[in-house]
Antibody, heavy 119, light 112 residues
Framework: EVQLVESGGGLVQPGGSLRLSCTAS????????MNWVRQAPGKGLEWVSY????????YYADSVKGRFTISRDSAKNALYLQMNSLRGEDTAVYYC????????????WGQGTLVTVSS | DIVMTQTPVSSPVALGQPASISCTSS???????????LSWLHQRPGQPPRLLVY???NRFSGVPDRFSGSGAGTHFTLRISRVEAEDVGVYYC?????????FGQGTKLEIK
């Protein structure tokens, strides 16, 4: 089955760190660029970060630049988001999303993992 | 950053009736490669978003043909020819022409 499964969310104190994982299956992970998108409770969607298929190109939203790091491990078919210096406004469901091959549309989404930043 | 603005914010529609959602971008979404990376996504309560339409007017695999997208440049529209109960939820337009990718604020479709 073609799917993305996120993990690693949870409750963390302000200033803390968390690493999210997204495991891909059922398709050739190495062929696709990947993204993280988040959704605060009751709010809309916010793009967070992008990594190209070769990891050579990475982009970040200004709101997370310098605090979050995206990476991938092709051997494990895994995408990661290292989140440091977490703030209350980072509280959200974090989704990984696949770029449609050769294009820039998000054609496959995971179920999401909830990150709560609170003392 | 490109700002995406959707109207209406909420749309009550009777079953079997048409619905239309507009999306306007603050600048042209035509990419240097000639494509326009404007897509539409649908999110049901408690579910992740799913892709409906990509590059303005291309229906994604498995999407019913009652969904159609149109537009160009900075103005885009998603139309549902006959709303069904399963169409409720929030619709988002998204631009992937430029980083940061940005989403509209969402349009909530509900059954009247």
């Amino acid at each position: 089955e073609v799917q993305l499964v996120e993990s690693g969310g949870g409750l963390v104190q302000p200033g803390g760190s968390l690493r999210l994982s997204c495991t891909a299956s059922g398709f050739s992970f190495t062929m696709h660029s990947m993204n993280w998108v988040r959704q605060a409770p009751g709010k809309g969607l916010e793009w967070v970060s992008y990594i190209s298929s070769s990891s050579s190109t990475r982009y970040y939203a200004d709101s997370v630049k310098g605090r979050f790091t995206i990476s991938r491990d092709s051997a494990k078919n895994a995408l990661y988001l290292q989140m440091n210096s977490l703030r209350g406004e980072d509280t959200a469901v974090y989704y990984c999303a696949r770029d449609r091959y050769g294009d820039h549309d998000f054609d496959l989404w995971g179920q999401g993992t909830l990150v709560t930043v609170s003392s | 950053d490109i700002v995406m603005t959707q109207t209406p914010v909420s749309s009550p529609v009777a079953l079997g009736q048409p619905a239309s959602i507009s999306c306007t971008s603050s600048q042209s979404l035509v990419h240097s490669d000639g494509n326009t990376y404007l897509s539409w996504l649908h999110q049901r309560p408690g579910q992740p978003p799913r892709l409906l339409v990509y590059k303005i007017s291309n229906r994604f695999s498995g999407v019913p043909d009652r969904f159609s997208g149109s537009g160009a440049g900075t103005h885009f529209t998603l139309r549902i020819s006959r709303v069904e109960a399963e169409d409720v939820g929030v619709y988002y337009c998204m631009q992937a022409t430029q980083f940061p990718h940005t989403f509209g604020q969402g349009t909530k479709l509900e059954i009247k």
